[in-house]
């Protein structure tokens, strides 16, 4: 991969991780400046509900800024684009597609196959 490549992927990682920084702290801000609490018990239900998958949305966000952080240090590195497994490189378009992944298409889905292999032991 060439250095404008790598760059093109530096930036793009770290616009995705400015969006997930954003949106967090527009949930955080929200949730100190509104009432939890409805009146109506069904009101109630539906803003805990609404809120719980904000959260969980928040949390998966969450894990996925530390992927994209070890990303960022794979470019720094110069391991980024290949493969964790194989040692080949990883294609474009899949970066494009996933800029976190770690593994080619081919290795993920061996991986995939024996993780479903494992679970059904």
């Known amino acids: 991969m060439n250095p404008l490549q790598l760059e093109y992927f530096r930036q793009r ?9 954003t949106e967090a702290e527009g949930t955080l801000a929200v ?6 609490r409805e009146p109506d018990l069904n009101d109630r239900a539906s803003s805990e509900t609404d809120w719980s998958i904000e959260l969980r949305t928040r949390d998966r966000q969450r894990k996925l800024i530390s992927k994209i952080d070890a ?3 794979r470019i720094d590195e110069g391991e980024y684009g290949y493969c964790e497994v194989t ?6 378009g899949r970066l494009e ?6 593994m080619t298409v081919e ?5 995939e196959r024996q993780e479903k292999i494992s679970r059904d032991d």
């Open 71 to 73: 990303a960022l240090r």
């Open 13 to 21: 990682l770290w616009d995705w991780k400015k969006q997930i920084l």
């Open 31 to 36: 949730l100190q400046n509104e009432p939890l």
């Open 107 to 111: 290795a993920q889905e061996r991986h």
């Open 87 to 92: 040692g080949e490189p990883i294609s474009l």
């Open 97 to 102: 597609a996933r800029p976190i992944a770690t």
